[in-house]
C-alpha cells in the first residue's frame, strides 16, 4: 500500500514569491492534515479535511495561507506571497477518521524563503 | 491553555534502557500518541495509549497515567538506530475536535557505542 505522497521534497523561493504543496494521502483515508514543523519544533496543525470540508483552520494564517482538497482525495497548500518566517517543513498526513487510528504522515515539504 | 513538556535531548548508551517522560495540561483527552521521527523524515507511529497503564509493543513500552497528566516511552535493548527524535502528542477532545493532535517539542535522542 502506498504511503501519503507529497511533492515537491524541497523548494527555495525569494520573499514575496508564491509557492504550493500537494499532497495524496493514503487511499481511503478520508481525512487529511497539514502541518507545519519549524526546526527543533513538534508539527504544528494548520488544518484537517474532512473529505473535502474544512473542520479546522483555525492556525491556518489566512492572509498568505489557502489550501483545498476539492474532489475529497488530494489536496494543495499554498502561501502567496511567502516570507522569511514561513521556512520550515510542511507536513501533510491522513488517517482513517476512527478513534484510535494513527495519523500517517508524507516525507514533508522542505521550503526555504530567502 | 495547550501545553505538553518533553526534554530536549538525552543520551543512552547502546544496549541500555532509556524512559522519555511527556507531562500535559489541554483542554481535552483523547488519547496520547508517540511518534518517532529520524532527522529529515517523517513521523512514524510507536504507540497510542487512551487508558492508564502499559502499552508494550516489542522494544518499545508506553505508559500513561492520565490523572497525572503524564506519560513515557520506554524503549529497552537500544539500537544505533533509535537514534531520532520521538513526539509526544495528544489528541484533543473540546469542542468536538475530534482528532486533533497536539504535539510537543520531541526529545532528541543520541544512542552512543
Known amino acids: 500500500e502506498a504511503g501519503v505522497v507529497q511533492s515537491p521534497r524541497y523548494k527555495i523561493i525569494e520573499k514575496k514569491q508564491p509557492v504550493a504543496f500537494w499532497c495524496n494521502p493514503i487511499s481511503g483515508h478520508n481525512t487529511l492534515y497539514w502541518y507545519r514543523q519549524n526546526l527543533g519544533q513538534g508539527p504544528e496543525l494548520l488544518i484537517r479535511y474532512e473529505n473535502e470540508e474544512a473542520v479546522d483552520d483555525s492556525q491556518l494564517p489566512k492572509d498568505r495561507f489557502s489550501a483545498e482538497r476539492l474532489k475529497g482525495v488530494d489536496s494543495t497548500l499554498k502561501i502567496q506571497p511567502a516570507e522569511l518566517g514561513d521556512s520550515a517543513v510542511y507536513l501533510c498526513?491522513?488517517?482513517?477518521?476512527?478513534?484510535?487510528?494513527?495519523?500517517?504522515f508524507g516525507p514533508g515539504t522542505r521550503l526555504t524563503v530567502l | 491553555g495547550q501545553n505538553i513538556d518533553q526534554p530536549t535531548e538525552m543520551t543512552a548508551t547502546e544496549g541500555a534502557i532509556v524512559q522519555i517522560n511527556c507531562t500535559y495540561q489541554t483542554s481535552g483527552f483523547n488519547g496520547l500518541f508517540w511518534y518517532q521521527q529520524h532527522a529529515g523524515e517523517a513521523p512514524t507511529f510507536l504507540s497510542y495509549n487512551v487508558l492508564d497503564g502499559l502499552e508494550e509493543k516489542g522494544r518499545f513500552s508506553s505508559f500513561l497515567s492520565r490523572s497525572k497528566g503524564y506519560s513515557y516511552l520506554l524503549l529497552k535493548e537500544l539500537q544505533m538506530k533509535d537514534s531520532a527524535s520521538y513526539l509526544c502528542a495528544v489528541r484533543d477532545s473540546y469542542g468536538g475536535a475530534t482528532n486533533k493532535l497536539i504535539f510537543g517539542t520531541g526529545t532528541l535522542l543520541a544512542v552512543q557505542p
Open positions: 498526513a491522513s488517517s482513517s477518521g476512527l478513534a484510535g487510528n494513527e495519523q500517517f
